[in-house]
Structures are given as structure tokens and as C-alpha cells.
């Protein structure tokens, strides 16, 4: 699905990703870990190419999305996208949320989008606030809408930035719930998250990442339980 | 000191009335084109074409950097000697607006530049182009922000244009200037037109200030 080859990205003098390596199975969940710095992160983003890597090429779904000659918002359609602050437009109801891209930029009428967007609340449990705006939502909720506003594109592969991040500890449960069930359905998934319950439940596989290089990768058991490489261990102590 | 005697004021109503139709007139055409203009530019300054960047920039520093009445002579007096006749009325509104125009521009970058990144990130991970994202999720929520300093801006104008006194516009200045010349009552006269210009725009700023608070409601 995911094929990512030597993979190089670097922000002015400071290199943050040094050549990974790696593939990613039809509806496999792949969750990342590493310390703040490692590349995680700019790693999940250059995937839907929020950042361009400089080196290096990526193709999903047999597509060389790294190639010059792609057309850029056809493959984020196919790329959907969960950020850390939700990202919600906050001039718009929960529901139009989730049909805006949908109506311009798929050009769906408006009844269709419109049954769409609320099938995905449902499915996101927030049926009850089509008509709210983001700032009469908490922060699980918002991130829930955030999920089914990437859902409504149809995607190949969801990306999620660090989701529970920013969120009470109250409110992780819900949205990580959204994301087994997104799991569940066999949804092919790459997650930035230390969310230890979620990797075990969840995950087939933790990639742990450090100063831009893949330096440990299995199971969630091997990861957490047997990690083999001492840079793995040093890091798991300090966030377990 | 004489007690200051208002009669002359009322007496000389329908002729300041015209003035203040004048004034508002050429205020009116000059915000809603340096709107326009002030748009336009303040978007070209956030170009990805580094040319109009630097030329929406340099019409941006240019006209803050110089003042409205050289400007408006330039038009007004220069323009003719070089055989370019402007009418005063002409020079007036294209003076002020060129002019509000470069204040608007930047009121408009800004706006833009303060809305979070992420919002243009979430857009563009959904599909949608640089200019879809743009128009239906940046300037909607830009919009907002700028109104206190639009309103700020459109004020500042309608008080500028009391230079138009100067290229033989009878606005409300001028025509309390005329009134003047003839009753030498300079006191009655020009605090007379202190409290028109102020009514002008303490009005215009409380007709934006609920404007204001009903967009803010609906966000």
C-alpha cells in the first residue's frame, strides 16, 4: 500500500530525516513512537506531502506520489489527514465541516454530501451536533469531527498527528475508540501517538524512530516488551 | 473673549449640508475602491510570484511613505502640466482611494497571515487547492479580524479628505473655509465642522461595531 524508500528531509541545516526505509501493508495500523525531534512527525506529514522531502520516494497504491508530475490535491484525497489541534474551520457547523471538501472539491451535490456527512457523525457518535460550531465542542469531540471531516474524502490510508495530544486525559478514550473501530474495519492507518493501549490493542506493528532513522521496528509485544536495541529501551523508560 | 454666537452656523446650514454631501460622496466611492484595491494588493503581497510580491510591496511602501497631499497635488496640479487633465472630483477619488488603498492592503495581509496555519494545512490535506482553501476556509475567517482596522481605516479617510479642501473640492471643509472668509467667525464655524466630521464617524463606527458583533455571533 505505503512504500517508502530512503527518505531524506532536512529544514535549512538541520536534516530531520535520514533515510527511511519502510512498507506498510493493505489495512495494517502502524503506530510511531519516538522522542520529541526524532522525525516522527515529519515523517507522517511528508506521506500526504505537507512537507516535500527532498530525497528519497514514497508511492502508495502504486503511485510515485514524490514524482513532479503528480497532481498534489488528487493524491490527499487519498491521503486523509488528523492533526494534533484538530484543525477544525472554526466559521463552520460540525457538518459543514465534513461536506466542504466534499462539495468543492468533489463537486457532490449537496443532498449527498449532506447524507454522507451524517452518516460519518453517527458513525463518530456526534449525530446530536451536526449544527454546532467547534467552539461549542470539547476537544474529543472536535477531533472526532476532525476524523470523519478526512473520512468524508473516501481515503486509502489515515494519517494521524499525535490525536490524543492535546486532549484532557477524560477525553482520549473516545477518540482512540473511533480510531479502533477505524482499525477494526480495516482502515490502513500510520499514528503518531504514545498511546501504549492503543499500540497493543491496535497496532500490528510500533516503529521507533530516532534522529531520522528507523532504528527499531515489530510487533507491539516486541516493541514494549522485548525491545532489542538499547536507544529503544532508554526511551520506552522514560515515557512508561 | 466674546460669547461665541452659533447663528452663523444655522444660518449657513443648506450650504454646509452640500459640503458634507460632498465630503461623504468622494469618501464613499474612495473606501469602496481602495477596498477593492486594498484587496487585490494586500493578496498579491502573499504571492507566490515574487515580482507582484515586490511590486504590491513597493506600491505599499511608497504611498505610506509620502503624504496624501503631495499626492493628491501630484494629481491634481501635476498631472495637468504634463498634459494629463484630471477633473477635480476625479483626482479626488482616485487620490484617496490609491491612497487608503496601501493601508488596506496591509489591514488585508495581516488578516491573512493571522489565521493559524493549521487551517490552511487541514484544507489542503482534504484536497483542496491553494485557492479553494483560500477563499472558502482563509479569507471567511480573515474577514472577521479586519473589520476593527478597516473600520479604523475607513474613518481615517473621511478625516483625510478635509485635505481636498486644498485641490478645490467644496467639501464640508472648504465650504466652512468659504463661510469663513466671508463672516470671519472662525470659532462658531470651525467647531461647527468638528462636530459634523465627528458625527459622521461615530456613527459609521457603531453601524460597523454591530455588524462586528453579529459576525462574531455566527462564528
Known amino acids: 500500500m505505503i512504500e517508502v524508500r530512503d527518505l531524506h528531509k532536512s529544514f535549512g541545516d538541520l536534516e530531520v530525516l535520514k533515510g527511511i526505509t519502510t512498507s506498510i501493508a493493505r489495512g495494517e495500523v502502524v503506530v510511531l513512537i519516538g522522542a520529541s525531534g526524532s522525525g516522527k512527525s515529519t515523517f507522517l506529514r511528508c506521506l500526504n506531502l505537507l512537507e516535500i522531502p527532498q530525497r ?44 466542504l471538501a466534499l462539495l468543492k472539491v468533489k463537486k457532490i451535490k449537496a443532498k ?21 460550531y467547534p467552539r461549542h465542542l470539547s476537544g474529543g469531540q472536535q477531533q472526532r469531527v476532525a476524523i470523519a471531516r478526512a473520512l468524508a474524502m473516501r481515503p486509502k490510508v489515515m494519517l494521524f498527528d499525535e490525536p490524543t495530544s492535546a486532549l484532557d486525559p477524560e477525553m482520549i478514550k473516545e477518540v482512540l475508540n473511533v480510531m479502533k473501530q477505524l482499525a477494526a474495519d480495516g482502515m490502513t492507518m500510520v499514528v503518531v501517538s504514545h498511546e501504549m493501549g492503543f499500540a497493543r490493542e491496535a497496532a500490528d506493528r510500533v516503529i521507533f ?4 532513522i528507523i532504528v527499531e521496528e515489530g510487533s507491539p509485544e516486541e516493541i514494549y516488551t522485548n525491545a532489542k536495541v538499547q536507544r529503544t529501551k532508554d526511551f520506552l523508560s522514560q515515557i512508561l | 473673549m466674546n460669547l461665541p454666537d452659533y447663528s452663523v452656523v444655522f444660518d449657513n446650514w443648506a450650504f454646509l449640508m452640500l459640503g458634507m454631501q460632498e465630503t461623504l460622496r468622494i469618501s464613499a466611492f474612495a473606501v469602496v475602491i481602495g477596498f477593492m484595491i486594498g484587496s487585490a494588493v494586500g493578496l498579491l503581497r502573499l504571492s507566490r510570484v515574487r515580482v507582484l510580491r515586490m511590486a504590491a510591496g513597493a506600491y505599499v511602501e511608497f504611498i505610506r511613505g509620502t503624504p496624501l497631499l503631495v499626492q493628491l497635488y501630484i494629481l491634481y496640479f501635476g498631472l495637468p502640466s504634463i498634459g494629463i487633465d484630471l477633473t477635480a472630483r476625479a483626482a479626488a477619488i482616485i487620490g484617496l482611494s490609491i491612497n487608503s488603498g496601501a493601508y488596506v492592503a496591509e489591514i488585508v495581509r495581516a488578516g491573512i497571515q ?30 472577521r479580524r479586519i473589520i476593527p482596522p478597516l473600520v479604523n481605516e475607513f474613518i481615517i479617510l473621511i478625516k483625510d479628505s478635509s485635505l481636498l479642501s486644498l485641490i478645490a473640492i467644496t467639501e464640508l471643509m472648504r465650504a466652512g473655509q468659504h463661510i ?17 466630521y465627528f458625527i459622521v464617524t461615530f456613527t459609521l463606527s457603531n453601524i460597523l461595531g454591530v455588524l462586528e458583533r453579529r459576525l462574531q455571533v455566527s462564528d
Open chain 1, 112 to 132: 449527498e454530501a449532506r447524507e454522507t456527512g451524517l452518516e460519518l457523525l453517527a458513525k463518530v457518535g456526534l449525530s446530536d451536533k451536526a449544527n454546532a
Open chain 2, 114 to 143: 493571522s489565521i493559524d496555519k493549521g487551517q490552511t494545512e487541514a484544507a489542503r490535506s482534504l484536497g483542496m487547492s491553494g485557492h479553494l482553501a483560500m477563499i472558502f476556509v482563509i479569507l471567511p475567517q480573515a474577514f
Open chain 1, 209 to 212: 524512530l530516532d534522529e531520522g
Open chain 2, 180 to 196: 469663513r472668509s466671508r463672516t470671519y467667525q472662525d470659532f462658531e464655524i470651525f467647531t461647527a465642522i468638528a462636530i459634523l
Open chain 1, 56 to 99: 528519497g520516494e514514497i508511492t502508495i497504491d502504486g503511485q510515485v506520489v514524490t514524482s513532479r508530475r503528480v497532481d498534489i490535491n488528487r493524491i490527499r484525497q487519498e491521503v486523509g489527514m488528523v492533526f494534533q489541534q484538530f484543525n477544525l474551520f472554526p466559521h463552520k457547523k460540525a457538518l459543514d465541516n465534513i461536506t
